[in-house]
């Protein structure tokens, strides 16, 4: 029995047992085909050595780390158009322990996990092998965070490759935000620090945002800025305040201004809470300022930027025919441009809503179609806060897996830390593991974090399914009569307060609910995705399915 050092390649085919089960012969034709004609002549020319070929893998072993990952993006890149087969590859520098029979050692068993974690199409090493990487190869992978691998006792972190895709460029239609200098007083050292920080946090924030594109007025200059974001810094005693304004270019006038104030014992607080809420603001301004500049366009008249602020501008009603309605401004932007990453994370989200507000399941298929598209999107924009929380969707109501939907919204938290929906899809996936306090507590630190967004609603209801499930019925009470006051129009939130007031023994408020609940439509809601509970929980799920044929 003998052992070397060497890069182990662990490559397996995608949705394997689907596609037998759909179609066994030209499955089995089509891996042949890729075994014939892709892997193991590029695996020969590289130098590989094939240690074991199962139904729907391979084991691989290389000398040189090199021609190793050579070898395995051009594997992928090559499989990257292929009409019916994804790999995912999983890599790891370790020992092989081998004798007559067999091929052993940890390091075979770690890039086989490693490969679990791949994204279709790409490729996840560990962080052994990575650190052997030169600088132009290193420069191609892309941390995936902290890992944790079945049967694998610490955590790893992993590193991943996805192929490019090669989509005709767009013209980039995002607003341009320069960013300018933040004026102070009084005029003192501390107050001058303390407004360059601010601005600091400011530029740091609003640049992790892929809607918008931002420009430093200091170090930069652009010929076509769309707003000007202005500042004033004032400071006295234990207390300061920031005024903002959104100029228009175009016209000098002010699209957006506010306030903001607070206490200066911990500045350094004062800093990160301010630059959160106006980063929030900002955002949810641009959105509806976005909603406002299309919403009499002609279609056929809309560029993508176009199509998907008219999408996005349905979320605030929460009625389930006027998202029936924006589908077919989705598929239009599918139309001109099948591959763009928002057009891809959009369209997946409505398939996820509509599917859990009608109370529906997603099919297995379906989800790994979604899982799919979502991550080509992510090749694209891989620091996209928004697509990653949209990934976590995919993985919760489509996978049930409660692990990797965990993971991409923290992934999407690190992105964007008070990213408002990726809190929110993370209280989901709390409340699925029926961690109710660990969802409260999610859900109350974006609590007060730009309330009119379209989102907003939709926190209040997963407040109060936490507060349900956990046994807080005055609690989810308060929660449902918050709610109903933003969307009093809804009788799914009426049919849960009343269900409610008979837990707490109010029966004729209950009978009052129900009466207003019987007087709606029973139409689903956008605000109300069918929530993933315990078998305990089962009669209220029922009570509050919309009606079928919606």
């Not at 309330?451 to 609603?457: F, G, K, Q």
Request: proline letters at 4%.
């Amino acid at each position: 029995m003998g052992s070397r050092l060497a890069v182990i390649i662990v490559a397996d085919i995608v949705g394997y047992s689907g596609m037998m089960a759909r179609d066994e012969k030209s499955g089995i034709a089509a891996v042949r085909e890729i075994n014939d004609t892709k892997l193991v002549p590029i695996c020969d020319r590289h130098g590989g050595e094939i240690l074991k070929r199962l139904g729907d893998g391979w084991i691989i072993a290389f000398g040189s780390i090199t021609t190793a990952l050579d070898c395995a993006t051009e594997i992928q890149s090559k499989l990257a158009k292929h009409p019916m087969i994804k790999l995912r590859i999983g890599g790891h520098l370790g020992e092989i322990t081998e004798d007559e029979d067999e091929f052993y050692g940890t390091g075979i068993n770690l890039a086989a996990r490693l490969e679990a974690e791949a994204p279709p199409g790409g490729i996840m090493i560990s962080q052994d092998l990575f650190r052997q990487l030169s600088g132009s190869l290193a420069a191609q992978f892309e941390s995936a965070g902290l890992l944790e691998l079945k049967n694998i006792p610490d955590p790893v972190e992993g590193f991943y490759w996805s192929p490019k895709p090669k989509v005709a460029p767009e013209e980039d239609k995002r607003p341009v935000i320069v960013v300018e200098k933040i004026e102070f007083g009084p005029n003192d050292e501390d107050t001058k620090a303390a407004a360059l920080e601010l601005r600091d946090q400011l530029l740091m924030n609003l640049s992790k945002r892929t809607g918008i594109r931002v420009v430093d007025a200091l170090t930069a200059m652009t010929l076509d800025p769309t707003y000007f974001l202005r500042g004033r810094l004032r400071m006295a005693a234990s207390k300061a305040r920031l005024s903002i304004s959104l100029v228009l270019s175009e016209t000098g006038e002010p699209s957006f201004s506010q306030n903001y104030q607070g206490e200066t014992a911990d500045i350094f607080a004062f800093f990160d809470e301010t630059a959160a809420q106006v980063n929030a603001d900002i955002r949810n301004h641009l959105n509806n300022f976005d909603a406002e500049r299309v919403k009499h366009m002609p279609i056929e008249e809309m560029g993508i930027s176009d199509l998907l602020a008219r999408v996005a501008s349905t979320g605030q009603s929460g009625k389930h025919k006027e998202w029936l309605d924006a589908r077919k401004y989705l598929d239009r932007a599918l139309e001109l441009n099948p591959e763009h990453p928002m057009v891809l994370a959009m369209s997946s989200m409505g398939d996820i809503l509509f599917a859990r507000t009608r109370f529906e399941e997603i099919e297995p298929c379906k989800a790994d179609l979604l899982e799919s598209a979502l991550n080509r999107a992510l090749v694209s924009m891989p620091k996209s806060d928004y697509l990653f929380a949209v990934r976590g969707m995919c993985f919760l109501f489509g996978k049930k897996d409660f692990k990797s939907a965990k993971r991409d919204c923290h992934h999407s938290l690190k992105l964007n830390p008070t990213y408002y929906f990726g809190r929110l899809i993370l209280s989901m996936v709390e409340i699925a593991e029926g961690k109710f306090d660990d969802a409260l507590a999610t859900l109350e630190q974006v609590e007060g974090l730009a309330t009119e967004m379209s989102y907003e609603p939709m926190r209040q209801v997963n407040l109060a399914v936490c507060l349900y499930c956990s046994g807080d019925f005055q609690g989810c009470a308060n929660a449902l009569d918050s709610v109903i006051q933003l969307q009093p129009g809804f009788w799914t939130l009426h049919r849960f307060k009343a269900i409610v007031l008979r837990k707490l023994g109010d029966t004729d408020a209950a009978a009052a609910s129900d009466a207003v609940a019987d007087a709606l439509s029973k139409e689903p809601t956008m605000f109300f995705l069918k929530p993933l509970l315990q078998a305990e929980h089962a009669a209220l799920l029922e009570a509050l399915a919309p009606t079928e044929g919606f």
